[in-house]
């Protein structure tokens, strides 16, 4: 499968053309070799790189690439060094940001709710063309530390907790990476808690006097889910070689 291909496909399996982002979606270094091997990651660093190069991969999918709004546009230093090891091994190189948190079945906020066993019931709007925070119910209610310690397992690492009261978890709101503002918005919503990647000062405040707990699971630990589902959807669908490579991030 040639590079341009897979883009068109993926453009259109995520809905890529209709999202404003942050960063360029879609194939971000094309390469010049037939796409038969694919490594997956969270973020397009040079150890992601390098571990693709050992692993003989055509092309390399993630989250977060390259190219970001207000960054120095100069390629030189770390840059440089990212897409000198991608040109110099012809590796394509694709991106896609807001379109793989928000894609119902194979997204980040999709594979959270596996995880979980929640029971997706709708979206919180975002201000994107698909919302990408996702409401559902748990089978029961529970209480709140016991959910927290579901959720550390499931993503391999403890979240920080703040509770916004004494109840119990049986409606909640979920959105990746860094979405902790969005915490105002989820507080008239009518749940019990809310997560998501980030924390910041503020979200403390809101949380305890909002009466809504909330719980900050990791950036990179949230993330993990969408472009896992999008490697084996596609090796599935088109017969390619996929191997997720997890470069682990605290942030």
Known sequence: MQPVELRRYLD????????TDYAPNGL?????????????????????????????????????GYFWKNEDP????MKADRLRVLLGHDMSLFAYHLPLDAHPELGNNAALARALGIAVTGSFETGTHRP???????????P?????????????????????GDHAVGR??????????FIDHVATLGVDLYFSG??????VHTARE??????????????????????????????????????????
Request: charged fraction near 20%; aromatic fraction near 4%.
């Open 210 to 251: 909002c009466g809504l707990h909330y719980l900050a699971a990791g950036h990179h630990a949230t993330e993990r889910g969408g472009v896992q589902a999008v490697g084996e959807h596609l090796a599935h669908r088109f017969g390619l070689e996929h191997t997720f490579v997890d470069i682990n991030s605290p942030a």
């Open 144 to 164: 709140l530390q016991a959910f927290a310690t579901r959720l550390g397992v499931a993503l391999g690492r403890e979240p920080v907790t703040v509770p916004g």
């Open 74 to 77: 100069r390629i030189d230093g």
């Open 172 to 181: 909640l709101a979920w959105c990746s990476g860094g979405a902790q503002g």
């Open 132 to 142: 990408l925070g996702m409401l559902g119910e748990l089978p029961e209610p529970e």
């Open 198 to 203: 980030e924390i910041s000062e503020p979200t």
């Open 28 to 64: 971000q270094v094309a390469g010049r070799r037939p796409v038969r091997r694919l490594v997956t990651g969270v973020t397009a660093c040079r150890a992601l790189l390098d571990e693709a190069v050992r692993r003989d991969a055509d092309a390399v999918l993630v989250h977060h």
């Open 12 to 19: 259109e399996l995520l809905e890529s053309p209709a999202f």
